[in-house]
């Protein structure tokens, strides 16, 4: 299967080097991206051939739109008439519809939907993926192969894929500001800031790893460090008295109304 990364960005070159790592052979890749400079380098860094979007679309089995919303319309307008019959179109732009999609591409275009996030870059990504009107199975299973060289993948309805934006989507972001919150609030209680990024960058890997290979859920484990009457129930307490919760809950809404707004191909 040859495979074709249209935009090389930072989730662009996440999955070229993931593929890579999967095995995937350097010559059954290509990519174009936009910036003369940064293509040059990525080619040399990787081995790939850098094409324009035209050829590259036009030589492959799947074509992995991963440019930003705005250019997704026009860039499924420009590879229209490349595409065989028989390509599968993925797009990893966020709120992008297959609809959007599959108005611009040939008719009977196999489109599929995937919302991913930037662990991918270190191989840990989550990426939700969903089928357009004329996608199959087979081509579910192989957009899944394709996500799952750079992480965890799920299938679901494409009318769930605004909340996974929100939730995994944007997630990342919310775990680096807990952890920044955590660095400065140790700063103020007297650690050099060194120390205690050290303390707080751990504490989330290591409460990442048992949070996926423990088997208990997160509320157990909370319960599980929090001793009544304890340092970590004091602290509890003050997060829920900022309504901590009804803080997350709104954000994620706020992400999942923008992914809607970003429906059309809008900025």
């Not at 249209?6 to 059954?28: F, H, N, Y």
Request: aromatic share 2%; proline share 4%.
């Amino acid at each position: 299967m040859r495979i074709a990364i249209l935009g090389a960005g930072k989730i662009g070159e996440a999955l070229l080097s993931g593929l890579l790592r999967s095995g995937v052979q350097p010559d059954d890749l290509s990519f174009s991206e936009q910036y003369a400079q940064r293509a040059t380098q990525l080619s040399v860094q990787y081995g790939v051939m850098s094409q324009s979007s035209i050829d590259a679309a036009g030589s492959a089995d799947l074509v992995l739109i991963a440019v930003k919303p705005p250019d997704v319309g026009p860039l499924a307008s420009e590879i229209a008439e490349a595409l065989r019959p028989d390509t599968l179109v993925v797009s990893v732009a966020a709120g992008i519809t297959t609809g959007f999609l599959e108005q611009r591409l040939p008719a009977g275009a196999r489109v599929v939907r995937v919302m991913p996030n930037t662990p991918m870059l270190v191989g840990e990504g989550m990426s939700a993926l969903a089928a357009g009107s004329c996608a199959s199975a087979e081509d579910l299973a192989r957009a899944e192969s394709v996500l799952g060289a750079v992480g965890q993948v799920v299938r679901l309805p494409e009318a769930s894929l605004d909340a996974v934006t929100a939730l995994s989507g944007g997630g990342p972001a919310y775990v680096f500001l807990l952890v920044e919150a955590m660095i400065d609030a140790g700063v103020l209680l007297g650690l050099p800031r060194s120390v205690a990024a050290q303390l707080a960058i751990q504490t989330a890997v290591g409460s990442a790893i048992m949070l996926r290979d423990s088997g208990d859920s997160a509320a157990q484990l909370r319960e599980a460090v929090t001793s009544p009457g304890g340092t970590t129930a004091a602290a509890l307490r003050r997060l829920e008295e900022h309504r901590l919760r009804a803080a997350v809950s709104d954000a994620l809404e706020a992400a999942r109304d923008r992914s809607r707004d970003l429906a059309g191909g809008g900025t």
